[in-house]
């Protein structure tokens, strides 16, 4: 064998060694993404779990209690079967608060981390006793909620879609609901993962005890009135909508753009709840539909962004419109399925009472009653963009999302007031899900 013949080989050997590392890497890699693909879903359907899940609770009986443990890691009780139509409520009597009440009641998906509060982490919710506040996906709560005591009885539950034939297999998002004493405290909207939500207890302090009750019952039909009651409670103006529970169904002719459906929320959105989505059930005829935010007393036939004191995006056509009837190209179109969202971003040291139109001595009554609405001749001029302009307030970045994913930023100036949650419709059977505190901004 020549010098040329033993470097050619030695080549095709380097080759053959390369390929092969190459191979185990690929390999490696496929493994780890299909593990941790398996970490977030779960298993499939035919191998869920028949056996409870728990780390760091005792478990006697129907009482269960914080294990104290050297690294101070939270304790966490996961039921062994999802919640179904079938059973879709639980709760938690409170026989001892502990040291600082840190017990959590919520849904969380299979392969939840054992070390977590429901609610902390990705496809899980939860409300916890010592603050009131309600976590979703996310270590910070927002207010919710009533602190719980001892004797206090903390429930949650999913109201599933009554008719089977109105209800997918599975639903991609379902509307949790928490209740303190026998008394519903909220509803939020959540993902559904594949293989469902499950029961969880977390608690993180010593002398901290509960009795679960897996079999708590909740009647649907009380659920839905109270869902339908608590919904009326949200908004100020309903012009051409239909309301049931958290569902906005355009209702209008849908024949003109003067055939506007418009609601809109009966707070602005300020620090503390800056954002809200909504989810197309229906894109009706065209998917005119809109999700912005609007200044009080806006026009109640006019899409939110049309005119001044207002910006929203469109689904049909992915543009965003401010303060005028021509839009300018912003995102994606929106379909059926699909989550819009609108949220501000304030500046640090925000100051609402300088955008308040009360006095700093004048409380809002809960009694009041907006002015009368009056068209007005520059109407038509703030259509074509004649004033995209309107009274000056502090500067914010106005965000939209779709699907979870932020689109863009829009600064624009709060008008006096503050700007409300406002949603548009102008063709028939739209419909759309509103979740006006969704802890996802």
Known sequence: MNGRDVIESLQDLITMELREERNIAVNGWHRRRMA???DVVGPAPRDLPRQVRYE???????HLSFATNELNKVGLYVAAKPLSPENYYFEIEIVD???????GIGLVPYKYPMDSQPGWRAFSVGYHADD???FKASGFGRPFGPKCNIG???GCGIKFKRNEDERPQPEQAVQVFFTRNGQEVGTVTVPNPPGGLYP???????????????DAEWQYEELVHMAVDSGEEEWSRLHDVKLNGMTLEYSGRGKSIHDVGLAQAKHPLDTMNHYFEIEIIDPGESCYIA???ARRNYPKDRHPGWNKGSIAYHADDGKIFVGSG?????GPRCHKGDVMGCGIMFPPDYDSEVDSDLSPDENESPDFQEEPYHSSDSEDDEFWGGNKDFESGTKVQIFFTRNGKIIGYKQISIPKGGFYPTVGMLSSCEKVRVDLRPLTG
Do not use: C, W, Y
């Open 200 to 214: 969880a207890v977390g608690m993180h302090s010593d002398g901290e005890e509960v009795r679960l009750n897996l």
């Open 97 to 103: 608060t502990g040291l600082i009440t840190a017990i």
């Open 152 to 154: 206090d009885k903390m």
């Open 291 to 293: 999700i912005g935010v």
């Open 36 to 38: 941790r693909i398996r």
């Open 132 to 134: 009131g506040q309600l």
């Open 326 to 330: 021509i839009g300018d190209p912003f």
């Open 56 to 62: 760091r609770i005792t478990v006697d009986d129907d």
